[in-house]
């Protein structure tokens, strides 16, 4: 378990590896909480862009609902989706969770026994 990752307390012990390799750093550097609601994985966390100077400036908070029965499905919704798009966030997250949830999270839900697709 990585520093960054924060669990729901009922956050089942044996599915907490599926997100040791989740993407962190490169904007993607405060916490990510991780919860377990329904049929869905639920990780709360914020991007951090640099301005033109390479200056931090506000975070962007997003939740990514991953579903357990088919991954490639998730989600990702912004709280200020104007902001998001406005650095360009909307695909950038997009194609790096699809690539952590496709070379990692899915072959490790599978060793879980999870049946996905």
């Known amino acids: 378990m990585t520093w ?6 009922e956050f089942p012990d044996r599915e907490m ?40 400036r506000e975070w962007i908070d997003f939740k990514l609902t991953i579903p357990t029965n088919n991954p490639m499905e ?4 912004f709280k200020n989706k104007k902001l ?7 695909d950038y997250l997009e194609d790096l969770f699809s ?4 070379t990692s999270f899915i072959p490790l839900a599978r060793g879980l026994g999870y049946d996905i697709p």
């Open 74 to 77: 998730f989600t990702i919704k």
């Open 17 to 56: 590896v599926l997100f040791d390799e989740i993407p962190h750093g490169s904007g993607l550097d405060g916490d990510h909480i991780i919860s377990k609601k329904g049929s869905s994985w639920i990780v709360d966390s914020g991007f951090h862009p640099m301005d033109e100077n390479g200056f931090y």
């Open 99 to 102: 690539y952590w949830i496709t």
């Open 84 to 90: 998001a798009e406005k650095f360009g966030l909307i």
């Open 4 to 9: 960054y990752n924060k669990f729901d307390p």
